[in-house]
């Protein structure tokens, strides 16, 4: 997975990761589905904690939260050592719709971060473009719904147009 979000805070000493990959898309349902998980990492020792209720949070501007670690109090409790996970939360699939024409633009991730009593309120953001173009091709009404024309298949994690072949005269030959 990919740390596309990554907060260090001290006092008490802990990083947190909003991670995001792409993990499919569906030609049909015309959307990219990309996994989240939210992970907290001590990085100090283990008398590292927060006795405060505290929430860790993942959203996608315009698409909504998809992830609440929290809240819980103690948010940070001690014990934890030094480099090792606090948690891992996931994985979130989130379905991330595409326009008519199979293309998508740029997605804004946000990770918010509230505990400390109110000492810590931040959200932050990066921007997530792993969106290639979901293929679209003529279509044709059959018994009232518009359904594709071509097929597709996935060659290698790449959507190509399928081969197709038409019998002509009695001999099949293949169309472009």
Not at 10 to 36: K, W
Not at 38 to 54: D, E, K, P
Not at 99 to 106: F, Y
Request: hydrophobic share 35%; proline share 5%; aromatic share 12%.
């Amino acid at each position: 997975m990919t740390d596309y979000i990554g907060v260090a805070k001290t006092s008490p000493s802990t990083s947190f990761y909003l991670e995001a990959d792409r993990i499919d898309q569906s030609i049909a349902g015309n959307f990219t589905t990309v996994r989240f998980y939210l992970r907290c990492v001590n990085t100090g020792n283990t008398s590292s904690f927060s006795s405060y209720t505290g929430q860790q949070i993942g959203s996608i501007d315009g698409i909504g939260t998809f992830a609440t670690h929290g809240p819980v109090a103690p948010f940070l409790p001690s014990g934890v050592a030094g480099g090792a996970t606090r948690w891992r939360d996931g994985p979130y699939d989130v379905n991330i719709p595409h326009n008519a024409d199979g293309t998508r633009g740029a997605i804004t991730l946000r990770q918010g971060l509230y505990y400390d009593g109110g000492g810590v309120a931040q959200d932050n953001t990066a921007g997530f473009n792993d969106f290639p173009r979901i293929p679209r091709g003529p279509k044709v009404e059959v018994a009232g719904v518009w359904q594709q024309s071509i097929s597709y298949v996935e060659v290698a994690g790449v959507w190509q147009t399928a081969l197709m072949s038409a019998e002509v005269a009695g001999v099949w030959k293949g169309i472009a």
